[in-house]
């Protein structure tokens, strides 16, 4: 049977995300060496929101949301964009490029329960094995690792903020999907990245006029854009684009995907070599991946309007 175009289609896009967010880890390790992390935060985020601002006025119709759905993006904006970004920042300034990846990625696992919650899919479960699966690739990447006495080092606390950061993605991915099915992917993104690049501009100003700006080499602005442009605006809009296309849950397991790029990058760029078992823990996650996206046909999904 044809896969349709539209899936294909995404799935290029969900898999341009992993390579993006698993080299983005080293490369904010890189320039929180230089830079604090809420002054990074408002370098980056104003660039997103004006590559976005390009895009959306391309569109026709309006660029406002209707009044009824206000109050709902300015809370995703709040959900996903201030307060995952501040838990994600912080979180991977504490703790290693590999710690932070596989602790984010339990998001699927925080997704698929509040989207069941929430009525918007029924995963059937030959998906949640395959979500377990990716799971127990985890584990075995943590547990392998040669820092495995980590979460109860000092970087338990980035540790935690790294998976408080995912659960609030969770939210924002599962609370997006009816502005996102009504606006599209552009807009929503557009918007709620709008609502938070003030406050984390304005978060970030007193770092910022502490930092001789005319001393940043041109190699930390250019992580500085990759991070803004690619990290955030680019990777948000693709994220959007495949929960308005084929779901919550299958968007979101792709996550999954993020650490084995992560720890590829880290290995070779900052010098965190993955055990054996990584190693096999990164296969594990990659056939859980394909049993959970296999599994769960486009008819499975279940929408409620009224979420």
């Given at each position: 049977?044809?896969?349709?175009?539209r899936?294909?289609?995404?799935?290029?896009?969900?898999?341009?995300?992993?390579?993006?967010w698993?080299?983005?880890?080293?490369?904010?390790?890189?320039?929180?060496?230089?830079?604090?992390?809420?002054?990074?935060?408002?370098?980056?985020?104003?660039?997103?929101?004006?590559?976005?601002?390009?895009?959306?006025?391309?569109?026709?119709?309006?660029?406002?949301?209707d009044?009824?759905?206000?109050?709902?993006?300015?809370?995703?904006g709040l959900?996903?964009n201030?307060?995952?970004?501040l838990?994600?920042?912080?979180?991977?300034?504490?703790t290693?490029?590999?710690?932070?990846?596989?602790l984010?990625?339990?998001?699927?696992?925080?997704?698929?329960?509040?989207?069941?919650v929430?009525?918007?899919?029924?995963?059937?479960?030959?998906?949640?094995?395959?979500?377990?699966?990716?799971?127990?690739?985890?584990?075995?990447?943590?547990?392998?690792?040669?820092?495995?006495?980590?979460?109860?080092?000092?970087?338990?606390?980035?540790?935690l903020?790294?998976?408080?950061a995912?659960?609030?993605w969770?939210?924002?991915?599962?609370?997006?999907?009816?502005?996102?099915?009504?606006?599209?992917?552009?807009r929503?993104?557009?918007?709620?990245?709008?609502?938070?690049?003030?406050?984390?501009?304005?978060?970030?100003?007193?770092?910022l006029?502490?930092?001789?700006?005319t001393?940043?080499?041109p190699?930390?602005w250019i992580?500085?854009?990759?991070?803004g442009?690619?990290?955030?605006?680019?990777?948000?809009?693709?994220?959007?684009?495949a929960?308005?296309?084929?779901?919550?849950?299958?968007?979101?397991?792709?996550?999954?995907?993020?650490?084995?790029?992560?720890?590829?990058?880290?290995?070779?760029?900052l010098?965190?070599?993955?055990?054996?078992?990584?190693?096999?823990?990164?296969?594990?996650?990659?056939?859980g991946?394909?049993?959970?996206?296999?599994?769960?046909?486009?008819?499975?999904?279940?929408?409620?309007?009224?979420?």
């Open positions: 049977m044809e896969i349709p175009r899936d294909i289609t995404t799935d290029l896009g969900l898999l341009l995300i992993v390579l993006i698993g080299v983005n880890f080293s490369v904010l390790k890189v320039l929180l060496r230089e830079l604090d992390p809420l002054a990074l935060n408002a370098l980056r985020f104003p660039m997103a929101a004006v590559a976005l601002w390009i895009l959306v006025r391309r569109l026709d119709g309006s660029l406002k949301p009044p009824q759905d206000l109050r709902r993006i300015i809370t995703l959900l996903g201030v307060a995952y970004q838990c994600f920042i912080f979180g991977v300034d504490s290693f490029a590999g710690n932070a990846s596989l984010l990625a339990t998001t699927p696992v925080w997704t698929l329960f509040l989207s069941s929430a009525g918007h899919e029924r995963p059937g479960g030959w998906v949640v094995i395959g979500v377990a699966g990716t799971l127990i690739g985890i584990f075995m990447v943590i547990t392998g690792s040669r820092d495995a006495g980590t979460l109860a080092s000092p970087t338990t606390r980035g540790d903020l790294i998976l408080i995912s659960v609030l969770a939210m924002y991915t599962v609370g997006g999907r009816k502005p996102v099915t009504r606006y599209g992917a552009l929503v993104t557009a918007w709620t990245l709008w609502v938070a690049t003030p406050i984390i501009f304005f978060m970030g100003l007193p770092g006029m502490r930092t001789d700006l001393a940043i080499t190699e930390v992580g500085v854009t990759y991070a442009l690619l990290g955030i605006g680019l990777a948000y809009l693709l994220w959007y684009r929960v308005e296309r084929i779901g919550n849950n299958r968007t979101a397991v792709y996550s999954n995907l993020v650490p084995v790029a992560a720890l590829i990058t880290a290995w070779i760029w010098g965190e070599v993955p055990t054996t078992l990584q190693l096999i823990g990164a296969a594990v996650i990659l056939v991946l394909t049993l959970a996206r296999v599994a769960h046909a486009p008819e499975n999904d279940f929408q409620n309007n009224e979420a």
